[in-house]
């Protein structure tokens, strides 16, 4: 039996990285499907290729897990691209049952698709990508939370949006202040 992990792992965590480890000793194989929505493109932080090669980095070790992406329902890609497989999501707390039950029911409900839920460790209940993201925007250390791909890209991208600060600082310095009049 297969798997496909389906989310926006923007970027992974440990969390998810935790499920995904589960689940590759239950299932023959799991897809990690990175799915993408036009309207919400701009929204990430890291665009799909980067969080493709960095769910990439992530799993090379674990032999029997691919990376895929899919833009388009969720049931379409389970019929067409891996008929058979069933949708794996992970659980964090009781908050995020109701979410996911409701998409469970409706991922059934059009498409005859069976979701099947791994809960991470408890010590991963409290991390998310979103949560990662804003840490890491301040230069905070996220290392202990996120497989080292994810900590090196976030790393990058921390320095990239420092150095564009900076080069936005010189820039307004060095324009030229107009003289007030009677100065
Ligand atoms: P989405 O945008 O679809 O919620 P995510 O990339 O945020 O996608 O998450 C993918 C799946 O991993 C979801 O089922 C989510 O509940 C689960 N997940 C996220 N963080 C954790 C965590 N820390 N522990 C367990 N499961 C998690």
Do not use: C
């Not at 993408?36 to 090379?60: P, S």
Request: hydrophobic share 40%.
């Amino acid at each position: 039996m297969n798997a496909v992990f389906p989310g926006s792992f923007d970027p992974i965590t440990s969390g998810h990285m935790d499920v995904l480890t589960r689940a590759a000793k239950i299932f023959d194989r799991v897809t990690v499907t990175v799915m993408h929505n036009a309207r919400k493109q701009g929204r990430h932080l890291f665009t799909l290729e980067e969080r493709m090669d960095i769910l990439r980095g992530a799993t090379t070790h674990l032999p029997n897990v691919r990376v895929d992406t899919f833009g388009g329902l969720l049931v379409d890609y389970m019929a067409h691209q891996e008929p058979g497989s069933v949708i794996l999501r992970g659980l964090r707390a009781v908050s995020d049952y109701e979410y996911e039950l409701q998409i469970a029911h409706l991922n059934r409900q059009i498409g005859d698709a069976e979701t099947v839920f791994i809960m991470a460790a408890t010590r991963w209940s409290f991390v998310s990508s979103s949560m990662i993201r804003e840490i890491a925007s301040y230069g905070g250390d996220v290392s202990e939370m996120v497989p080292r791909a994810s900590a090196a890209a976030l790393r990058r991208r921390h320095a990239e949006a420092y150095a564009e600060r900076e080069a936005e600082k010189h820039e307004h310095s060095e324009t030229p202040q107009r003289e007030q009049p009677g100065h």
